[in-house]
Nanobody
Framework: QVQLVESGGGLVQPGGSLRLACAVF????????GAWFRQAPGKEREGITC????????YYKDSVKGRFTISRDNAKNTVYLQMNELKPEDTATYYC????????????RGKGTLVTVSP
């Protein structure tokens, strides 16, 4: 059974930083992709970043490019999301996902962690 557990969410002021972690169980990250999605209140879920398998190629949505960084620790089977220069519009529940590809149809997802950006 594949299980993903996110951590690191919380309340942060605009301009601040947070680091999210996603521990993956039952699925090897090293050969597969890791991704982060988010869903803001009243909005649809959107994919914001993804990192591919062995080559580690990264993709970012324009709205987070230059502020967010995805990384992976294969030894810990964990994907990270470093978020800097946070804005109120980044407020959302953040979900990690893994599969053999990047995209909306990724099979394995966590339950999410809430990030609130507010003064």
């Amino acid at each position: 059974q594949v299980q993903l557990v996110e951590s690191g969410g919380g309340l942060v002021q605009p301009g601040g930083s947070l680091r999210l972690a996603c521990a993956v169980f039952g699925f090897t990250l090293e050969d597969n992709t890791g991704a982060w999605f988010r869903q803001a209140p009243g909005k649809e879920r959107e994919g914001i970043t993804c990192i591919t398998g062995r080559n580690g190629v990264t993709y970012y949505k324009d709205s987070v490019k230059g502020r967010f960084t995805i990384s992976r620790d294969n030894a810990k089977n964990t994907v990270y999301l470093q978020m800097n220069e946070l804005k109120p519009e980044d407020t959302a529940t953040y979900y990690c996902a893994t599969d053999t590809f990047c995209g909306d149809g990724m099979r394995y997802r966590g339950k999410g962690t809430l990030v609130t950006v507010s003064p």
